[in-house]
Nanobody, 125 residues
Framework: QVQLLESGGGSVQAGGSLRLSCAAS????????LGWFRQAAGKERERVALIRTGDDYIYYVDSVKGRFTISQDNAKNTLYLQMNSLKPEDTATYYC??????????????????WGQGTQVTVSS
């Protein structure tokens, strides 16, 4: 059974940085996209950053471009999200996810098969 475990969340002041990690365990024969999503209180879950296998195509939502960086370490089966210049509006629970099919590139949460439990990020002004 595949398990994803996020870590690295916390509370920071605006302008600060955090690095989220997502460690995968279990066997995945193949995957199409790895992604970071977030969900703020009272809002829908939204895609933040995606990376596609094969060509390493990367997507960022406009609100994080230039501030966040998604990366992966295949040897460690770990996905990262480096978050710099954090803003109060980045406050949310952050989730990593694995999509097995090509439809996952759209970033629709329903197209992702495995999810972590989430890690809270709180940014104060």
């Amino acid at each position: 059974q595949v398990q994803l475990l996020e870590s690295g969340g916390g509370s920071v002041q605006a302008g600060g940085s955090l690095r989220l990690s997502c460690a995968a365990s279990g066997y995945i024969s193949s995957w199409y996209c790895l992604g970071w999503f977030r969900q703020a209180a009272g809002k829908e879950r939204e895609r933040v950053a995606l990376i596609r296998t094969g060509d390493d195509y990367i997507y960022y939502v406009d609100s994080v471009k230039g501030r966040f960086t998604i990366s992966q370490d295949n040897a460690k089966n770990t996905l990262y999200l480096q978050m710099n210049s954090l803003k109060p509006e980045d406050t949310a629970t952050y989730y990593c996810a694995v999509g097995l099919r090509s439809s996952a590139v759209t970033g629709n949460p329903s197209d992702y098969n495995y999810w972590g439990q989430g890690t809270q990020v709180t940014v104060s002004s």
